[in-house]
């Protein structure tokens, strides 16, 4: 699809029933109908920047602090193993406590004890420090760029460089990763141009995973009371992000799920092939909380996986078998 093709897809004038029903196509032709679970770690709020956008951002002096000590994470990978997830997704901040000599340690740690795939979500580091983590056992790195408004991005992300974002992501690829990046949908002052380059972008970048989620606005931030990402437009960014990039791994994102109690599911039928359940600790959940209204905050880690998969079966889809690595072909490392 041209740049303007999807400009006129994502719009709201554009009845997207038909290209929904076309990334439903093209997923169960590339991805078929299993869906792969990656418990996802949230480990650390604690993070040294500013995002206009987020609630866990330095500053915020609403935010109860916590950060799992390297045994909890590792508590978490056995639940993940023990509720047969393949992946785990080790997310936090940017805390500078953890050391990338540390977070190794903890990767080489979990990935000897479980056999588990790990996936990073750690921000921005130096390509040599993104080595050391590969070497240790991650096998995939989640690094959105947010948006690929060169203006919006860096008045978003005021302490951080557009440029270092994408130097990040071919660093990334360099060292070996998977690729994951992605973007929020409905951001004040994002265009329909933006995102139609937002997807482009995700095809020229060749990732291999890509996760889009609505903006909403936090109370507690910057952008406290701003109008936020609809569910329809996220949809639209996932069905034509599948119809573009073919395989891709896409999740349901939990922000989707936030501002819709149907959103993953819907996500789930026009593009999404993948869900992230919550496996952190039922008592650090609320502390987590980048957006208001994230669901599953409440919930213990097997709650989730009851949930997600009746869900899954509800939409007649089943559990995908296998690691779930990416169907791009990787030069870097053969597995
Ligand atoms: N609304 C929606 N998504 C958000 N994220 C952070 N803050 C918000 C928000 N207010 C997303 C960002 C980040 C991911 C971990 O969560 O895209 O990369
Ligand atoms: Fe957590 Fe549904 S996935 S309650």
Redesign the pocket.
Known sequence: MKKEELVKALSQDTDPAPFFAEADRVRREEMGDGVHLRGLIEFSNHCRRR?Y???IRAGNAKVRRYRLTPAQILDCARTAARLDYKTIVM?SGEDNHWGPRQLADIVAEVKRETGLAITL?VGEHTKEDYKLLRAAGADRFLL?F?TSDRRLFSMLKPDSDYDNRFRCLAWLKEAGFQVGS???AGLPGQTLESMADDILLFRQLELDMVGI??????PDTPMAGAVGGTLDLGLRMVALTRIVTRNTHIPATT?MGSIDPQGRQKALRCGANVLMPNISPKEHRVDYS??PGKICTNEAPEQCAGCVDAMLVSLGRRRASGYGHTLKSIEASPR
């Open positions: 995002c956008y987020c609630g997310q979500s959105r947010e992605g973007v929020m989620g609505p903006f909403i606005a936090n922000a980048l957006y």
